[in-house]
T-cell receptor
Framework: GAVVSQHPSRVICKSGTSVKIECRSL??????MFWYRQFPKQSLMLMAT?????????EQGVEKDKFLINHASLTLSTLTVTSAHPEDSSFYIC???????????FGSGTRLTVV | AQSVTQPDIHITVSEGASLELRCNYS??????LFWYVQSPGQGLQLLLK??????LVQGIKGFEAEFKRSQSSFNLRKPSVHWSDAAEYFC???????????FGTGTRLQVTL
């Protein structure tokens, strides 16, 4: 079945530094990639939607200059948290979608801790 | 705008008992509906999905869900719960294929032995 590889699974960084999270669709081409943020014991909140070769669409309240999303190919999307601060600590999950299977495949998530 | 409600935040059932997790959605047309399961610190695994056809959908791990348009519901069921089913369950809705998913707040399932 469809697999999305997300890494790193865990990352600890110092406040003020930037962190890049990668998501790759391994055996299919993703029309669209979604990035979610999940706080402990809460639901997934959509941050942005990206399509290959175009700018990402950010949800209201999400700082696009802080959360940089690049979707350079149909199999790779990256989320860069710039100038990270402790409040950015969270669980970030990507999801890839294709119109052909009416489904979404999720990465295993990245636990970001900013110290 | 689409929305999803999962009325039950936390449910506890005994192993072997039946399970029903409730999900109500708000969307004008026929939505694309999904149930996902998440173990702690993990990503999401798709249990089942519905977008057309038979309103009773069979999924993995013995789960099924029924789409009821009149009630705007898509409840998840399992006839006999196993201890390994303990996890967080999310209902989600999309307006069309590959469009953004909106998640419910989730239901945490605890299974007692």
């Amino acid at each position: 079945g469809a697999v999305v590889s997300q890494h790193p699974s865990r990352v600890i960084c110092k406040s003020g530094t930037s962190v890049k999270i990668e998501c790759r669709s391994l055996d299919f081409q993703a029309t669209t990639m979604f990035w979610y943020r999940q706080f402990p014991k809460q639901s997934l909140m959509l941050m942005a939607t990206s399509n290959e070769g175009s700018k990402a669409t950010y949800e209201q309240g999400v700082e696009k200059d802080k959360f940089l999303i690049n979707h350079a190919s149909l199999t790779l999307s990256t989320l860069t948290v710039t100038s990270a601060h402790p409040e950015d600590s969270s669980f970030y999950i990507c999801s890839a979608a294709t119109e052909t299977n009416y489904g979404y495949t999720f990465g295993s998530g990245t636990r970001l801790t900013v110290v | 705008a689409q929305s999803v409600t999962q009325p039950d935040i936390h449910i506890t059932v005994s192993e072997g008992a039946s399970l029903e997790l409730r999900c109500n959605y708000s969307y004008g047309a026929t939505p694309y509906l999904f149930w996902y399961v998440q173990s702690p610190g993990q990503g999401l695994q798709l249990l089942l999905k519905y977008f057309s056809g038979d309103t009773l959908v069979q999924g993995i791990k013995g789960f099924e869900a029924e789409f009821k348009r009149s009630q705007s519901s898509f409840n998840l069921r399992k006839p006999s719960v196993h201890w390994s089913d303990a996890a967080e369950y999310f209902c989600a809705v999309a307006q069309e294929a590959a469009s953004k998913l909106t998640f419910g707040t989730g239901t945490r399932l605890q299974v007692t032995l």
